[in-house]
Every structure is written in structure tokens, then in C-alpha cells.
Antibody, heavy 119, light 107 residues
Framework: QVQLVQSGAEVKEPGASVKVSCKAS????????FHWVRQAPGQGLEWMGR????????SYARKFRGRVTMTRDTSTSTGYMELTSLTSDDTAVYYC????????????WGQGTLVTVSS | EIVMTQSPATLSVSPGERATLSCRAS??????LAWYQQKPGQAPRLLIY???TRATGIPARFSGSGSGTEFTLTISSLQSEDFAVYFC?????????FGGGTKVQIK
């Protein structure tokens, strides 16, 4: 079965960077786009960007360009999201998600990784 | 970007009753609209895509409708497991955008 398993919670100081991983299993990793979505405490969902693991093509939301980098390791079927210059506004749960084969909907999600930015 | 606005923010419904959730888009599009359900401490789950197509394993009591800028998710007879937050999402234009959510709570 399809599974996305993310790395554990992180606590970072303002100005630092964080790198979250997401290991995929149960499907062909290079056959589907891989997305990152975040959710601040008690808030809605915010799309950050996506990567095509096959050709390493990335597309980022304008808000995060210059601060976010999405990468992948096809040998381990793992996606990564690194966010730099963290502020308290970046405190959120970060999700990875697989894009459906037929629509740009997100049909499988990781369990989420809480990133807390605090001094 | 397309702004998605959901209403109401909170909906109080008794088990067995019908729930109707609304989602409005800032610009018109045809069918590229999805709904997700999120329970506390869990990731969102895809319920409906292409406005009205249920995702795999989603019960028939969930239905979607609408076009243009107005979309609706209907839960025909609420079960205990349906009390959750629901988000709409458009995938007509990049970036993907989500509504702010509607919390369905027990009345």
C-alpha cells in the first residue's frame, strides 16, 4: 500500500534552516509528482510547491521562492524540503503528499512534521 | 492566484442530519475542484475530485456539486466519524489554493 513517512518534529531558532524528509513506498516514486503543504496551528492549508522526481523539475509557490528547496533521492524514494531563514511565522506542520496520476489533487499524504521556530 | 472562500466557518449538525458546505472561488473555472477531510492530529484525506467524483473508498453519503465560482459538499446523513474539518481546493490554476475550512461539529 502507498505510504509516505516523514521525519520527526524539529525545533529551530529564528534564522536557522530546517530540512524535512518524506520516504515513499508502495508505488513508483518517479511516476508521480511530490508536493509539500504546510498548516500553521489552527489554520488552513498552504501549498508550498512540487517536484517531479523523474526529471527533477521543481515548481515553487511565489511566497516561498528563494527560501525553499525541494529535492529527491530516487535511490531511496525519499523527498526533501528545506526551508531557510526561519521566523516564528514558519511554525507549522509540514506535509508531503503525492499528486494523483490523473488530476492535481493530493491522494496520499504523509503524517506531518511539526516544525517549531522559537528562541 | 485563485482565492477560495468557505462558509460557514463552523457548522453544528446533529448525527443523521444533512450537512451542506459551501466553497466560493474568486474566479470561474469548470471542474478542477476537490474536497478534503481532516480530523484532529491527522493529515487531510481526499474525499472528492473533479467537483463530484468520490475518491477510492469514500462513502456515497458524500457528494459534490457546482460550477463556475460556487461549489458545494453535501453529507447526506452525518455519521459520528464525519465530524471533522473540510477543505476545498482548486487545481485549475497554479498555485494550488485551499479554502480556509469548515468545521463540522456535533450539535
Amino acid at each position: 500500500q502507498v505510504q509516505l513517512v516523514q521525519s520527526g518534529a524539529e525545533v529551530k531558532e529564528p534564522g536557522a534552516s530546517v530540512k524535512v524528509s518524506c520516504k515513499a513506498s508502495g508505488y513508483s516514486f518517479t511516476g508521480y509528482f511530490f508536493h509539500w503543504v504546510r498548516q500553521a496551528p489552527g489554520q488552513g492549508l498552504e501549498w508550498m510547491g512540487r517536484i517531479n522526481p523523474n526529471i527533477d523539475y521543481r515548481s515553487y509557490a511565489r511566497k516561498f521562492r528563494g527560501r525553499v528547496t525541494m529535492t529527491r533521492d530516487t535511490s531511496t524514494s525519499t523527498g526533501y524540503m528545506e526551508l531557510t531563514s526561519l521566523t516564528s511565522d514558519d511554525t507549522a506542520v509540514y506535509y508531503c503528499a503525492r499528486e494523483s496520476a490523473t488530476t492535481s489533487t493530493l491522494d496520499y499524504w504523509g503524517q506531518g512534521t511539526l516544525v517549531t521556530v522559537s528562541s | 492566484e485563485i482565492v477560495m472562500t468557505q462558509s460557514p466557518a463552523t457548522l453544528s449538525v446533529s448525527p443523521g442530519e444533512r450537512a451542506t458546505l459551501s466553497c466560493r472561488a474568486s474566479q470561474s473555472f469548470s471542474t478542477n475542484l476537490a474536497w478534503y477531510q481532516q480530523k484532529p492530529g491527522q493529515a487531510p484525506r481526499l474525499l472528492i475530485y473533479d467537483v463530484s467524483t468520490r475518491a477510492t473508498g469514500i462513502p456515497a453519503r458524500f457528494s459534490g456539486s457546482g460550477s463556475g465560482t460556487e461549489f458545494t459538499l453535501t453529507i447526506s446523513s452525518l455519521q459520528s466519524e464525519d465530524f471533522a474539518v473540510y477543505f476545498c481546493q482548486q487545481y485549475d490554476t497554479w498555485p494550488l489554493t485551499f479554502g480556509g475550512g469548515t468545521k463540522v461539529q456535533i450539535k
